[in-house]
């Protein structure tokens, strides 16, 4: 009996997760939802062609950084999965909205479905390029954190985001934007979004680099994924002593 307390005990402890790893998740999960909706809108400012989304979508990448370096790829597999599936329910539940009709009195039905009537497609093609980019972001940063020994993390987070942004922006405009807009605009808005997120992780990468040290510290952790699995339904698979 004392045995089985301490295999139970073992697993317990393998199992919590911190409050800052809860707080990370929270926000990581209303980056990729607000992302959704605000991929709806395309905006050109000179020649840089974006979409609303790149307002918060990058705070996503660079928490997935945070995760990745402090906890591991592991940990940063239940993030990317969680925020998979919290993003799906609510793509869902707004589809059902979007297809029940409005009351009468009700006159903003256009407005609503200019927004969410496109949303399905835009929410396959994000979940796709999704999971590939941040999986992507999330082997790059960890095996680049193995190779370096824990230096030059700037370097790390820059790269991931590159690798992890690129193929996320490979995915995401042709399937979403495909027939849609213009077949000349997707490569410049690929290219675009790939420039400017990866900027947007150079000036804030002293924020997240202050973050890092800070949540390291707090924690007492910094792990590397010495003997891994980057199988990336691996947290699907019953977990063994």
């Known amino acids: 009996m004392a045995e089985q307390g301490r295999i139970k005990e073992n697993r ?13 998740s929270i926000v990581f999960t209303v980056c990729l939802i607000a992302s959704n909706i605000l991929e709806t809108k395309q905006m050109v400012f000179g020649p840089l062609h974006m979409t609303g989304g790149l307002l918060i979508f990058p705070i996503s990448y660079i928490v997935n950084d945070v995760v990745c370096e402090v906890w591991g ?12 599936l919290t993003n799906f329910a609510f793509m869902m539940i707004a589809c059902i909205a979007d297809a029940i009709p409005g009351a009468p009195y009700w006159d903003n039905e256009k407005g609503f479905h200019s927004i969410f009537g496109l949303t399905p497609r835009i929410a396959l093609a994000s979940f796709i390029s999704f999971i590939a980019g941040s999986f992507v972001n999330a082997y790059v940063m960890s095996r680049m954190k193995i190779a370096d020994k824990g230096r030059r993390f700037p370097l790390r987070a820059i790269m991931s985001t590159i690798w992890g942004e690129g193929a996320d922006s490979l995915l995401f405009f042709p399937l979403a934007f495909f027939g849609v807009l213009p077949n000349y605009e997707l490569p410049l808005m690929m290219l675009s979004q790939l420039v ?46």
């Open 12 to 24: 317990r402890e393998k199992t919590m997760v911190s409050v800052l790893f809860m707080q990370f």
């Open 196 to 241: 400017l997120k990866t900027v947007y992780e150079i000036i804030v990468l002293p924020v997240t680099i202050c973050v890092v040290r800070w949540v390291k510290e707090y924690e007492g952790e910094d792990i590397y994924d010495n003997h891994v699995s980057y199988n990336i339904f691996g947290i699907f698979k019953p977990h063994r002593d």
């Open 73 to 84: 790829y592991r940990r940063a597999s239940i993030l990317i999965w969680t925020g998979f």
